[in-house]
Nanobody
Framework: QTHLIESGGGLVQPGGSLKLSCVVS????????IGWLRQAPGKELEGVSC????????YYKDSVKGRFTISRDNAKNTVYLQMSNLNPEDTGVYFC??????????????????????RGQGTQVTVSS
């Protein structure tokens, strides 16, 4: 059974930065596309960023382009989300999710088709002064 565990969330002031980590256990990371999703208070789950298993293609929600960077280290079975210039609208619970054998999954996730095979428990990010 594959498990995903997120970490790195916390309280940060507007303009600050955080780096989230997603560790995948129970299987090798390299077979999975990995996405980061978030759920803001009172809102639906949305895709924020996604990286394919070849580490060649990255997707970002328009509102985070230029501020967030997704990366992966297959040797460490870990995917990262570096978040900079954070604003209060970035507040929410951030989840990582995994999918495989679905070449359109990443794009669909960012376009609003939120579905996945595995998902972690989430880490809270709060942006507030």
């Amino acid at each position: 059974q594959t498990h995903l565990i997120e970490s790195g969330g916390g309280l940060v002031q507007p303009g600050g930065s955080l780096k989230l980590s997603c560790v995948v256990s129970g299987d090798t990371l390299k077979i999975y596309d990995i996405g980061w999703l978030r759920q803001a208070p009172g809102k639906e789950l949305e895709g924020v960023s996604c990286i394919d298993n070849s580490d060649e293609i990255r997707y970002y929600k328009d509102s985070v382009k230029g501020r967030f960077t997704i990366s992966r280290d297959n040797a460490k079975n870990t995917v990262y989300l570096q978040m900079s210039n954070l604003n209060p609208e970035d507040t929410g619970v951030y989840f990582c999710a995994a999918e495989f054998l679905n070449p359109v999954w990443c794009k669909g996730l960012i376009d609003g088709l939120v579905q996945f095979t595995f998902r972690g428990q989430g880490t809270q990010v709060t942006v507030s002064s």
